[in-house]
T-cell receptor
Framework: GDSVTQMEGPVTLSEEAFLTINCTYTATGYPSLFWYVQYPGEGLQLLLKATKADDKGSNKGFEATYRKETTSFHLEKGSVQVSDSAVYFCALSNTGNQFYFGTGTSLTVIP | EAEVAQSPRYKITEKSQAVAFWCDPISGHATLYWYRQILGQGPELLVQFQDESVVDDSQLPKDRFSAERLKGVDSTLKIQPAELGDSAMYLC????????????FGEGSRLTVL
């Protein structure tokens, strides 16, 4: 079945450091890929998405490129801020509107 | 901006009691989901509705959990009787035409079973 595997955390970085969170997927067909972010005590909110191979999703300085050849959708940010501290979830959706989430990666950015 | 509404935000109950959660999706969203999120883990699908019909409830523990969406709009998730292992965040999400394939989440209902 469809699934998502993402880098386990927690991840602790200093402010302005470079961030990479790895995500790989298994799916039949051509899924859409997402990164969701969850701040403490809140629900998940969409960070960025890509709907086809080679698409790059971007938002708030974060980027991820849909790589079909490596079945990956790694999240990157060039310079993290304290306000980026949150849990990040990689997810995919298939043609049946079924969504599958990774286990989440907790990021803490220290000043 | 339209939001997915959930209530209650927090619920503390004793084991063997009944608990109910309510969700009102974004207007016009035909697909509604209930997820359970245990602390430190990703959301796990409990049930997916398309309008008033259940599309997938394969992971719903049907001996104690039930979900309904009678008019295809808002939805209720019930647990009876609650067990200690049910302590988790229960998230409602919706999507539909015009959502560009995105899933919109509510703030969740945190359940603590004592």
């Amino acid at each position: 079945g469809d699934s998502v595997t993402q880098m386990e955390g927690p991840v602790t970085l200093s402010e302005e450091a470079f961030l990479t969170i790895n995500c790989t997927y298994t799916a039949t067909g051509y899924p859409s890929l997402f990164w969701y972010v969850q701040y403490p005590g809140e629900g998940l909110q969409l960070l960025l998405k890509a709907t086809k191979a080679d698409d790059k999703g971007s938002n708030k300085g974060f980027e991820a490129t849909y790589r079909k050849e490596t079945t990956s959708f790694h999240l990157e940010k060039g310079s993290v801020q304290v306000s980026d501290s949150a849990v990040y979830f990689c997810a995919l959706s298939n043609t049946g509107n079924q969504f599958y989430f990774g286990t989440g990666t907790s990021l803490t950015v220290i000043p | 901006e339209a939001e997915v509404a959930q209530s209650p935000r927090y619920k503390i109950t004793e084991k063997s009691q009944a608990v109910a959660f309510w969700c009102d999706p974004i207007s016009g969203h035909a697909t509604l989901y209930w997820y359970r999120q245990i602390l430190g883990q990703g959301p796990e699908l409990l049930v997916q509705f398309q309008d008033e019909s259940v599309v997938d409830d394969s992971q719903l523990p049907k001996d104690r959990f039930s979900a309904e969406r009678l008019k295809g709009v808002d939805s209720t998730l019930k647990i009876q009787p609650a067990e200690l292992g049910d302590s988790a965040m229960y998230l409602c999400a919706s999507t539909g035409q015009g959502a560009s394939g995105e899933l919109f989440f509510g703030e969740g209902s945190r359940l603590t079973v004592l």
